[in-house]
């Protein structure tokens, strides 16, 4: 009996741990999740037998050309979900959260990049949603506008 009760105090110990751990680390990359100047734009467009569909992008111009990199829901979904923030308005941030992992194995670290559309409603909620760049060409045109944003604030534009 005082064994079981030992027991259970170790595992709600370890569950608390555990729940500090993950409030560190939703710490951690709250602090890496950056503004990255740029709005994504909801346009309503049309498919096969004139069905509507909303297609999320991002515009602008990088060395005189008209660029766009279009995004998509993480998972069938998440189109409820980008709904609810674009009926706030039809644009949003875009949210970049840039993060690595380490191989515990081979030591290789991996950087990567998710993306999030986020809106504010009129009561200041904040409602975000993870989002992908729909084809690989879009992350590099992302990075071209980024870089252009970054460009114009420092004057080498």
């Known amino acids: 009996m005082a064994n079981e009760k030992a027991m259970v105090a170790e595992k709600t110990k370890a569950t608390e741990q555990a729940a500090v751990t993950e409030t560190v680390t939703a710490a951690e990359q709250a602090e890496k999740v950056t503004d990255s100047g740029l ?21 602008g111009k990088v060395r005189n050309k008209e ?10 979904g998440g189109y ?5 923030i674009f009926d706030i308005s039809d644009t949003a941030k875009l949210v970049i959260n840039e993060g690595s992992m380490t191989d515990t194995e081979t030591g290789e670290v991996r950087k ?14 904040v409602f975000s949603y993870k989002v992908k760049p729909n084809r690989e060409s879009d992350k590099s045109a992302i990075q ?4 252009v944003g970054a460009a114009k604030v420092t004057g080498e534009a």
């Open 144 to 147: 071209f506008l980024i870089n």
């Open 67 to 76: 660029i766009v990199a279009n995004f998509v829901a993480y998972d069938q």
């Open 112 to 125: 990567f990049r998710t993306y999030f559309v986020q809106n504010v409603d009129e009561n200041g909620l």
């Open 80 to 84: 409820d979900i980008l709904d609810l």
């Open 39 to 59: 709005i994504v734009i909801r346009e309503e467009w049309e498919g096969k037998e004139k069905r509507k569909f909303w297609g999320y992008k991002v515009k």
